[in-house]
């Protein structure tokens, strides 16, 4: 291979990540997508780019406070890398801002309002006044700030309210107005338009109430963000009572982002400063709303003409062929059902049945999240109250699901379900989900294994795949891996299922290999891989390799890429592009020709829970799943990955230098998302196979 200067072979990490975000971001300009789902893409920004500070950003400034100044192979110095990475976020939240005032400023023509407090009418304010006392005046604590009154902690995510206010003898005084996150923070006033106000806007409106005999000098509002990365230590005693304290001192991490409202004075912005401890904190004055993120609350106003029309999202027909017997369904042939556009409840199914079968011995899952009142959690339950035995291996650190997941812990044990915490030092991000029941034939495991998470909201958004076999062998494997999380026991030679931190990554790279192999030999040689994020240097590194030698490469990469490719002599085989959507691309697909061109029925085929990083190849359980079925086959490769790769309307191809340009105009061309909505799943299809399913190929510019 030829050699390329380091800075030449990877993008950065964090950088690329930026990039996905301006992605989603610039859904928001599509003018064929409905307003409100166009505000809803802004928020989903700006909430991505909080996660983004709170993690990410905390986790590099942590670094150079602890003396580390070089981030990765790139040999970015770590405070350029800080500075670039402020930069550009500062230029993505003026852009949100930008669009929002754009996009409020179009809404106006379909009786949507977001107002201020200048433009209420008398009745209005009469209303407000009314809320104000009732509402919240209630939950509201002013606070002076002087030597007997220090400067309050803020909590993350918190939103506060600074004033500097005269007394009657123009006596100054400093003051703050935390607004607690349980108010709305856009309140609809009355009336036949839905109009909108902030809840800031409103107090101050109302600060007589609050400070009587003070009138406003100056004003202005601030929002804190903090370090939110809990750091795990392996020596922890007691697992669960760890994550209850980190919980609650993720609170009050460090100030890792300190938003200022544009329209402060200086003083005050200098009062906030000095009495925050920024050691670590970027300030950025934004000119517009604070905290984005809560604009969801208005997208969700019933105004179906501003959404998406709904989707109503179809069951397979072949569990309906076997009379709704999800498990005759499966002993007859592996079924893959795609969400969103075919039903999650056939995995509640699945579960529910089980526990209500009395021929259902055992069940056995891992659970890395799902939804408030969650099914999922029901049906384990009831299936241990119905007196199965049931093991659950329950994964606290979920990001910002941690809580969730400690609640759920316990409810199941109520219940008497065997909860255990997976691997010490490793999260458990593999979903795995297994029935044994008792039949004729003796006991026969029923698996399902998916791409996803066991969470029947954002299935509904997030594209995955759900693989449900009776296979024996794959029965048994599962069954091996899944007692390694439990018990640590390595399971040997396993022939079909892969598991990291143990073997997936010897597996993808030998299966990379055998495709340079052939390459070599002269023969058909290909690979299509569909991944969230692609950032593990030894796996490029092979990919490089693998272009070398003439490997035809295609890579669906959501979102963090640090691949570089069309370079001449190092990755002129490779293409790249990134799909951003109505729904979410989530699963993961990995396609190798097998001595042939894809797609083709001699190919293999895997779906796995893992992304290409060293945290889930190295550090997490992950699964690796062989997909034989040839119905199952065919769906994915002549379905799925073909439609991926025909997309134009919703595609971004990464460029050489970094950059990602839209295919052609955005909203415009054959949409993966809108053919899967359209028409059914080959597996899930049942007798009536391709009826109805026009064929996709590949052609003239489809790559």
């Given at each position: 291979?030829?050699?390329?200067e380091?800075e030449?072979?990877?993008?950065?990490?964090?950088?690329?990540?930026?990039?996905?975000?301006?992605r989603?971001?610039?859904?928001?300009?599509?003018?064929?997508?409905?307003?409100?789902?166009?505000?809803?893409?802004?928020?989903?920004?700006?909430?991505?780019?909080?996660?983004?500070?709170?993690?990410?950003?905390?986790?590099l400034?942590?670094?150079?406070?602890?003396?580390?100044?070089?981030v990765?192979?790139?040999?970015?110095?770590?405070?350029?890398l800080?500075?670039?990475?402020?930069?550009?976020?500062?230029?993505?939240?003026?852009?949100?801002?930008?669009?929002?005032?754009k996009?409020a400023?179009?809404?106006?023509?379909?009786?949507?309002?977001?107002v201020?407090?200048?433009?209420?009418?008398?009745?209005?304010?009469?209303?407000?006044?009314?809320?104000?006392?009732?509402?919240?005046?209630?939950?509201?604590?002013?606070?002076?700030?002087?030597?007997?009154?220090?400067?309050?902690?803020?909590?993350?995510?918190?939103?506060?309210?600074?004033?500097?206010?005269l007394?009657?003898?123009?006596?100054?005084?400093?003051?703050?107005?935390?607004?607690?996150?349980?108010?709305?923070?856009?309140?609809?006033?009355?009336g036949?338009?839905?109009r909108?106000?902030?809840?800031?806007?409103?107090?101050?409106?109302?600060?007589?109430?609050?400070?009587?005999?003070?009138?406003?000098?100056?004003?202005?509002?601030?929002?804190?963000?903090?370090?939110?990365?809990?750091?795990?230590?392996?020596?922890?005693?007691?697992?669960?009572q760890?994550f209850?304290?980190?919980?609650?001192?993720r609170?009050?991490?460090?100030?890792?982002?300190?938003?200022?409202?544009?329209?402060?004075?200086?003083?005050?912005?200098?009062?906030?400063?000095?009495?925050?401890?920024?050691?670590?904190?970027?300030?950025?004055?934004?000119?517009?709303?604070?905290?984005?993120?809560?604009?969801?609350?208005?997208?969700?106003?019933?105004?179906?003409?501003?959404?998406?029309?709904?989707?109503?999202?179809?069951?397979?027909?072949?569990?309906r062929?076997?009379?709704?017997?999800?498990?005759?369904?499966?002993?007859?042939?592996?079924?893959?059902?795609?969400?969103?556009?075919?039903?999650?409840?056939?995995?509640?199914?699945?579960?529910?049945?089980?526990?209500?079968?009395?021929?259902?011995?055992?069940?056995?899952?891992?659970?890395?999240?799902?939804?408030?009142?969650?099914?999922?959690?029901?049906?384990?339950?009831?299936?241990?109250?119905?007196?199965?035995?049931?093991?659950?291996?329950?994964?606290?650190?979920?990001?910002?699901?941690?809580?969730?997941?400690?609640?759920?812990?316990?409810?199941?044990?109520?219940?008497?379900?065997?909860?255990?915490?997976?691997?010490?030092?490793?999260?458990?991000?593999?979903?795995?989900?297994?029935?044994?029941?008792?039949?004729?034939?003796?006991?026969?495991?029923?698996?399902?294994?998916?791409?996803g998470?066991?969470?029947?909201?954002?299935?509904?958004?997030?594209?995955?795949?759900?693989?449900?076999?009776?296979?024996?062998q794959?029965?048994?494997?599962?069954?091996?891996?899944?007692?390694?999380?439990?018990?640590?026991?390595?399971?040997k030679?396993?022939?079909?299922?892969?598991?990291?931190?143990?073997?997936?990554?010897?597996?993808?790279?030998?299966?990379?290999k055998?495709?340079?192999?052939?390459?070599?030999?002269?023969?058909?040689?290909?690979?299509?891989?569909?991944?969230?994020?692609?950032?593990?240097?030894?796996?490029?590194?092979?990919?490089?390799?693998?272009?070398?030698a003439?490997?035809?490469?295609?890579?669906i990469?959501?979102g963090?890429?640090?691949?570089?490719?069309?370079?001449?002599?190092?990755?002129?085989?490779?293409?790249?592009?990134?799909?951003?959507?109505?729904?979410?691309?989530?699963?993961?697909?990995?396609?190798?020709?097998?001595?042939?061109?894809?797609?083709?029925?001699?190919?293999?085929?895997?779906?796995?829970?893992?992304?290409?990083?060293?945290?889930?190849l190295?550090w997490?359980?992950?699964?690796?799943?062989?997909?034989?079925?040839?119905?199952?086959?065919?769906?994915?490769?002549?379905?799925?990955?073909?439609?991926?790769?025909?997309?134009?309307?919703?595609?971004?191809?990464?460029?050489?230098?970094?950059?990602?340009?839209?295919?052609?105009?955005?909203?415009?061309?054959?949409?993966?998302?809108?053919?899967?909505m359209?028409?059914?799943?080959?597996?899930?299809?049942?007798?009536?196979?391709?009826?109805?399913?026009?064929?996709?190929?590949?052609?003239?510019?489809?790559?």
């Amino acid at each position: 291979m030829k050699q390329a200067e380091p800075e030449l072979l990877y993008f950065d990490r964090e950088l690329s990540w930026l990039a996905f975000n301006e992605r989603v971001l610039a859904q928001s300009y599509i003018e064929s997508v409905p307003l409100l789902e166009r505000l809803n893409f802004v928020a989903i920004s700006a909430k991505n780019l909080d996660e983004f500070y709170m993690v990410r950003v905390a986790g590099l400034k942590n670094q150079l406070i602890a003396g580390i100044d070089v981030v990765g192979n790139n040999e970015i110095p770590l405070q350029d890398l800080l500075v670039l990475i402020r930069d550009r976020s500062l230029k993505l939240m003026q852009n949100q801002q930008v669009q929002v005032k754009k996009l409020a400023k179009e809404l106006k023509g379909h009786n949507f309002f977001i107002v201020n407090s200048k433009e209420l009418s008398k009745s209005d304010e009469k209303w407000l006044k009314s809320y104000f006392i009732r509402n919240l005046l209630p939950v509201l604590t002013p606070l002076s700030v002087d030597p007997a009154h220090p400067f309050p902690f803020i909590p993350n995510m918190g939103l506060a309210i600074a004033l500097e206010l005269l007394s009657k003898h123009d006596k100054e005084m400093k003051a703050l107005i935390p607004i607690p996150s349980q108010i709305p923070r856009f309140i609809q006033l009355p009336g036949k338009t839905q109009r909108f106000i902030l809840a800031e806007d409103v107090i101050i409106s109302h600060i007589n109430s609050l400070f009587p005999g003070f009138r406003v000098h100056s004003h202005g509002c601030f929002r804190v963000l903090r370090d939110s990365e809990i750091e795990f230590h392996d020596e922890s005693e007691d697992f669960v009572q760890y994550f209850e304290v980190a919980l609650k001192q993720r609170k009050r991490g460090a100030v890792i982002r300190l938003e200022i409202d544009g329209n402060m004075p200086l003083k005050l912005r200098k009062f906030v400063g000095d009495n925050l401890d920024l050691e670590l904190g970027d300030v950025m004055v934004i000119d517009g709303i604070l905290g984005l993120h809560d604009l969801e609350e208005i997208v969700a106003s019933p105004r179906p003409e501003l959404r998406f029309i709904p989707y109503n999202e179809r069951y397979p027909e072949r569990i309906r062929e076997f009379g709704g017997n999800i498990f005759a369904a499966i002993a007859h042939k592996d079924l893959l059902v795609h969400h969103p556009y075919e039903s999650f409840d056939v995995v509640v199914e699945f579960l529910k049945h089980a526990a209500r079968d009395q021929q259902v011995v055992s069940i056995k899952q891992t659970l890395y999240r799902t939804s408030n009142n969650s099914p999922i959690i029901a049906a384990l339950c009831e299936a241990a109250e119905n007196g199965k035995s049931v093991t659950v291996v329950v994964e606290i650190k979920a990001r910002f699901d941690e809580q969730a997941n400690l609640q759920w812990a316990q409810d199941l044990e109520h219940a008497g379900v065997m909860v255990l915490y997976g691997i010490l030092g490793y999260k458990t991000h593999g979903k795995i989900s297994l029935v044994a029941r008792r039949e004729e034939r003796g006991l026969q495991i029923y698996t399902h294994l998916g791409t996803g998470n066991y969470h029947p909201v954002t299935a509904r958004i997030y594209d995955d795949l759900s693989l449900f076999t009776a296979d024996p062998q794959m029965g048994e494997e599962t069954s091996k891996v899944f007692n390694y999380l439990t018990g640590y026991a390595h399971p040997k030679k396993l022939k079909k299922l892969s598991y990291a931190p143990i073997t997936m990554r010897d597996k993808i790279e030998d299966l990379i290999k055998e495709e340079i192999l052939y390459a070599k030999k002269g023969d058909p040689a290909s690979l299509w891989v569909k991944i969230n994020s692609l950032a593990d240097h030894k796996i490029i590194k092979l990919l490089y390799e693998a272009s070398n030698a003439g490997v035809s490469i295609d890579l669906i990469i959501r979102g963090i890429c640090c691949l570089r490719p069309g370079v001449r002599g190092l990755s002129q085989n490779i293409r790249v592009k990134s799909v951003v959507g109505r729904f979410l691309e989530h699963s993961r697909i990995i396609c190798f020709g097998n001595g042939h061109l894809l797609p083709s029925p001699h190919a293999k085929v895997f779906i796995s829970s893992a992304d290409w990083m060293p945290r889930n190849l190295d550090w997490r359980f992950e699964t690796f799943v062989p997909v034989e079925n040839q119905t199952v086959k065919e769906q994915i490769l002549n379905q799925i990955m073909v439609a991926y790769l025909k997309d134009f309307a919703q595609s971004w191809r990464l460029e050489e230098d970094g950059t990602y340009q839209p295919f052609g105009e955005p909203g415009k061309g054959f949409s993966a998302h809108e053919y899967f909505m359209k028409h059914p799943s080959l597996s899930g299809r049942g007798h009536a196979t391709y009826d109805g399913i026009p064929k996709l190929t590949l052609g003239g510019n489809d790559k």
